[in-house]
């Protein structure tokens, strides 16, 4: 004993104190990444379909394709001939880390996946009451994504009695892996020549969609040192890994589409609050010496918020030219995860968007603006023309929901709910095929500068986000 305590770096202190002021610090100066649950795609959902999303997403009072009931529900009623639509996309999502106060930290994540993100079927009804226009859908969208991959070092220091530095240096490993989506039968109903109604109701329960469930897995392999050396049989590792499964709940989407004149149109509409349940399982793994194992599962329910939008289009009169706007307001203290079986009273409701209690949380709604334009290469010399081919394009402020964390001489405060800036600007073009088949294509870039500081609750540490997005789309009219 005492040729190993002559040969360590430590001075004057006894070991077990040594090791008990080490990991003290350890478990106190890890930063959690992703502790709430990290929405990597735009959290403010919104409808799909490459011809909409060349136009930047402002869609809510244009709404007349296949795709429409992922946007204004009344715009249904537009609909004439039985459709079918099929959306796929290529998502690419990096994140570049800059801290002042953890250099280590300093690095780019992305991830990238492709996915089938929307699919309907629409079908006008031929006979209805008073001759109103009814139309009918059944829908398939990918709304959420959750997939985040993030490797990177951690260091932080103590000072200890007579003199020593201890420290804790740490490899880790963060991926998180899951999305989800709804099954949405819908209608449309013209209740006037002017004004239509429309109704979603979206299905999200696992049985109907196998893939809504999500993982976080994080590995951590920490050292310590004293005074810049090993401190022997110092090696933690542990790894944890949560599951979330058997997600279900449903929620509904109100729509109107007022046309007030040929040519200028006007769109409302309200998502609703989902509420789901879902069963949470948390699996721990640590070698600290010798091995140890914990798994626990409890049910677990989540709130994602409601939201609100209006837009406005306008086609000019040769039909060559529309220009359109919306603007979305979400209700992001509504994102709440509740777990009432947690030990931790004030853990019980947490704010999904801070991961703090929700009750202490201030989480402001976000704004979204969207403004596009489509241009239709129509030839008026040509009584029908079989190739149409258009061009559209898009620019957009999508601000996602933050803590609002500010820097202070101690730290970071705790926030005042402000969300961070994010913008986009979006191509596309299309080509109508004889009037029966159109394909689209679009390309949207979203970014944010200086943003997602909460990642690690770290000041000075925040993250430039870029997100290249393509969709291709088609539509087979009948």
């Keep these: 004993m005492k040729q190993v305590y002559r040969q360590s770096p430590c001075k004057r202190l006894p070991r077990g104190l040594y090791i008990l002021g080490l990991w003290l610090l350890a478990l106190g100066g890890l930063p959690e990444a992703g502790a709430q649950l990290e929405i990597t795609s735009s959290p403010n959902v919104v409808g799909s379909g490459a011809r909409a999303l060349g136009m930047g997403g402002a869609f809510i ?204 149109h006007f769109g409302m509409v309200y998502h609703s609050k989902l509420q789901a349940d879902v069963d949470y399982e948390r699996t721990e793994r640590t070698r600290l010496g010798n091995y140890g194992f914990n798994r626990r599962s409890r049910p677990q329910q989540y709130t994602f918020p409601s939201a609100f939008g209006v837009g406005v289009a306008y086609r000019f009169p040769n039909d060559k030219l529309t220009l359109s706007l919306d603007i979305t307001r979400r209700e992001w203290d509504q994102f709440v995860i509740h777990d009432p079986q947690n ?52 620019l957009f402020y999508d601000p996602e929901p933050s803590g609002g964390q500010r820097n202070q001489w101690y730290g970071l405060d705790r926030g005042n709910g402000s969300p961070d800036d994010y913008f986009g600007v979006a191509v596309g073009a299309g080509l109508l095929i004889r009037n029966r088949v159109n394909i689209d294509a679009a390309y949207t870039y979203r970014w944010g500068t200086g943003v997602r500081q909460d990642t690690f609750g770290l000041s000075g540490t925040d993250a430039d986000v870029d997100q290249h997005l393509f969709y291709l789309s088609t539509v087979i009219y009948f």
Aim: proline fraction near 5%; glycine fraction near 8%.
């Design 61 to 264: 009072a244009v709404a007349d394709d296949a795709t429409a009931a992922s946007w204004n529900p009344g715009g249904l009623t537009q609909l004439e001939r039985p459709e079918v639509s099929l959306v796929l996309s290529h998502k690419w999502m990096g994140e570049d880390f800059q801290s002042f106060s953890h250099p280590e930290l300093n690095g780019a994540h992305h991830v990238s996946l492709e996915e089938i993100n929307y699919a309907s079927i629409v079908y006008p009804i031929p006979r209805t009451i008073g001759g109103r226009n009814l139309v009918l859908s059944l829908n398939y969208q990918q709304k959420y994504n959750f997939d985040r991959d993030l490797q990177f070092r951690y260091r932080t220091a103590a000072a200890l009695p007579f003199g020593n530095l201890a420290a804790i240096r740490s490899q880790n490993s963060y991926q998180q892996r899951g999305s989800l989506a709804s099954i949405s039968p819908a209608f449309g109903f013209e209740l006037t020549k002017r004004l239509s109604l429309g109704v979603v109701m979206n299905f999200w329960d696992q049985s109907l969609i196998s893939g809504n469930e999500w993982q976080v897995r994080r590995d951590i392999r920490s050292t310590a040192l004293i005074n810049g050396m090993v401190f022997p049989g110092s090696l933690v590792q542990m790894q944890v890994e949560e599951r979330y499964r058997n997600f279900s709940g449903t929620n509904y989407t109100l729509g109107a589409f007022y046309r007030a004149t040929e040519r200028l």
């Design 343 to 394: 030990r931790n009273l004030s853990r019980q409701r947490i704010s999904g968007v801070t991961g703090l209690p929700a009750s202490i949380s201030k989480v402001k709604p976000t704004y979204t603006v969207r403004m596009g334009a489509e241009y239709v290469f129509v030839n008026e010399r040509k009584p029908v023309q079989h190739y149409l081919p258009s061009l559209r394009a898009g």
